[in-house]
């Protein structure tokens, strides 16, 4: 696993923005319960990024199989805990309205896994349908 600077940049970038404008706001329960899902996911959102190293790509292409790690048990934990971090974002700042944005995102994510999915069935075969079998989304 090779640590990519660029992520770690953007991570603590994000971090940094995140915690200056939390700093300093009412402990009110949307506060509360967007920032325990929304810190975790950010943490496992990367932590998912690390682990895919130079397998990552903006457009679907096969280069590697990830198969530990986060990817041992979620095929897609990028888009899982990104949603995630998202979705804690939006009860943070306690604007329901912004849940509509779902309506976009999870069609979206689910498009983009199964063009990836076609293109790790192609060049993986038989160990990428394997490999399906034994996790989630």
Same mark, same amino acid.
């Given at each position: 696993?090779?640590?990519?600077?660029?992520?770690?940049?953007?991570?603590?970038?994000?971090?940094?923005?995140?915690?200056?404008?939390?700093?300093?706001?009412?402990?009110?329960?949307?506060?509360? %319960?967007?920032?325990? &899902?929304?810190?975790p +996911?950010? $943490? *496992? !959102?990367?932590?998912?990024?690390?682990? =895919?190293?130079?397998?990552?790509?903006?457009?679907?292409?096969?280069?590697t199989?990830?198969?530990?790690?986060?990817?041992?048990?979620?095929?897609?934990?990028?888009?899982?805990?990104?949603?995630?971090?998202?979705?804690? %974002?939006m009860?943070? &700042?306690?604007?329901? +309205?912004? $849940? *509509? !944005?779902?309506?976009?995102?999870?069609? =979206?994510?689910?498009?983009?896994?199964?063009?990836?999915?076609?293109?790790?069935?192609?060049?993986?075969?038989?160990?990428?349908?394997?490999?399906?079998?034994?996790?989630?989304?």
């Amino acid at each position: 696993m090779r640590l990519n600077y660029g992520t770690l940049a953007v991570a603590l970038l994000f971090a940094v923005v995140f915690a200056t404008h939390a700093w300093g706001k009412p402990w009110t329960v949307p506060h509360i %319960v967007g920032l325990a &899902v929304a810190v975790p +996911s950010f $943490l *496992l !959102f990367i932590l998912a990024r690390v682990q =895919l190293g130079n397998a990552f790509s903006v457009e679907a292409k096969a280069t590697t199989l990830v198969t530990t790690g986060l990817y041992s048990r979620i095929r897609n934990p990028i888009y899982t805990f990104g949603a995630l971090m998202i979705l804690g %974002v939006m009860i943070w &700042v306690n604007r329901p +309205s912004l $849940l *509509l !944005f779902y309506v976009v995102l999870i069609p =979206l994510q689910i498009s983009r896994s199964r063009q990836e999915e076609r293109v790790l069935t192609e060049k993986f075969g038989d160990a990428y349908l394997e490999y399906k079998r034994h996790t989630w989304f």
